[in-house]
């Protein structure tokens, strides 16, 4: 699937919490996501299909030692496409000025799929956070990806 990445727009959080609902248990809500699109430290990425629908998405915050993959889902008739592949190899190429920061993620331990994308992907399992989920207090798998070495500042 041809897929055109850009920035996420407010405009978009209708169909975002669409995706969104459909693709977790424990959804984010409308203000999470307006928050994630205000900071200036949050990169925020849509791919859109040619006839300008929204099918996926990924947010991605700046922390100091760090990016967090905050969120990325893409709507279930267009998953196992590449698109949160192509997503988060943007958010790299985009974020890939910023040397000193690797980039980190938790993700449901049930979550295979999701795992073995991250690490295809190069993330790499760095320990567990217990009782991560609200819904079900199960255990998200803390994940993190080194920026590559010739990224890396000299």
């Not at 928050?35 to 996926?56: C, H, N, Q, T």
């Not at 709507?75 to 190429?93: D, H, M, P, Q």
């Not at 993330?123 to 798998?141: C, P, Q, S, V």
């Amino acid at each position: 699937v041809n897929v055109e990445l850009r920035r996420l727009e407010p405009r978009d959080l209708d169909t975002v919490e669409e995706i969104e609902r459909a693709s977790y248990p424990t959804p984010w809500s409308r203000s999470m996501f307006a928050a994630e699109l205000r900071k200036p430290s949050s990169l925020a990425i849509g791919a859109y299909l040619e006839a300008g629908d929204l099918v996926g998405y990924a947010f991605v915050s700046r922390y100091v030692d760090a990016w967090h993959v905050m969120n990325v889902a893409v709507a279930s008739e267009y998953r196992r496409r590449g698109i949160a592949t192509t997503l988060l190899e943007r958010a790299f190429e985009v974020t890939a000025a910023d040397p000193r920061r690797g980039y980190t993620l938790e993700v449901r331990m049930s979550n295979t799929d999701a795992i073995r994308l991250y690490e295809r992907l190069g993330f790499e399992h760095r320990g567990i956070r217990r009782g991560y989920y609200t819904d079900n207090r199960e255990d998200a798998l803390i994940m993190w990806r080194e920026p590559p070495p010739d990224e890396k500042a000299s």
